[in-house]
């Protein structure tokens, strides 16, 4: 009978035990993950960017002074941030910063060329901290998946499932007469 009690305090004791480091874990992962949102939030922007589909991990920001707002979302891990917004005819407009030292307000020409032969560039910032792409889509589509490669600085993106309803929104409520 005194062995059984002891099996079942050394049971409970090991069960205590895991419990709090199972709990301790969570915790753990939970800040990590905040901080990890946290830092993601504030890549490479001045910026306040709030989550605007967590999931997908797209990212919103209001220009109070256009009352529109920007879409972007951030890939820390190729160091490049894709910015989408839409245009008064709804179409979509996009651009990628990649986040690399560069000399301020400077155009690179990459191998690559548009249809007619120009080719295109890549500009650096004013602050020297990143070099930026821009593209247009004709149309309302947004089933779209960016893919380039502009000299060793690639981007792909698939627009399909982004969430466009409230920029759309936003366009539709500027028109009001």
Not at 21 to 35: D, L, R
Not at 83 to 92: E, F, I, P, R, T
Not at 135 to 158: A, C, M, P
Request: glycine residues 4%; hydrophobic residues 35%.
């Amino acid at each position: 009978m005194n062995l059984i009690k002891k099996i079942l305090k050394w049971l409970l004791a090991l069960t205590l035990i895991l419990i709090i480091t199972g709990v301790g874990y969570y915790y753990y992962e939970e800040n990590e993950s905040s901080k990890r949102d946290e830092q993601e939030l504030a890549y490479a922007s001045k910026h306040k960017w709030e989550w605007y589909d967590k999931y997908d991990r797209i990212q919103i920001h209001t220009i109070e002074e256009e009352n529109r707002s920007i879409l972007r979302k951030v890939h820390m891990r190729d160091a490049y941030v894709v910015y989408a917004l839409k245009a008064q005819d709804y179409s979509l407009n996009a651009m990628v910063k990649f986040v690399t030292p560069c000399k301020p307000n400077s155009e690179i020409e990459t191998p690559e060329k548009f249809s007619d032969g120009t080719p295109k560039k890549l500009k650096c910032n004013e602050e020297g901290d990143a070099l930026k792409y821009s593209v247009s889509w004709n149309g309302k589509d947004t089933d779209i998946t960016w893919d380039e490669n502009l000299g060793g600085f690639s981007v792909r993106e698939n627009f399909t499932y982004w969430d466009f309803s409230k920029l759309d929104q936003e366009i539709t409520l500027s028109k009001s007469k």
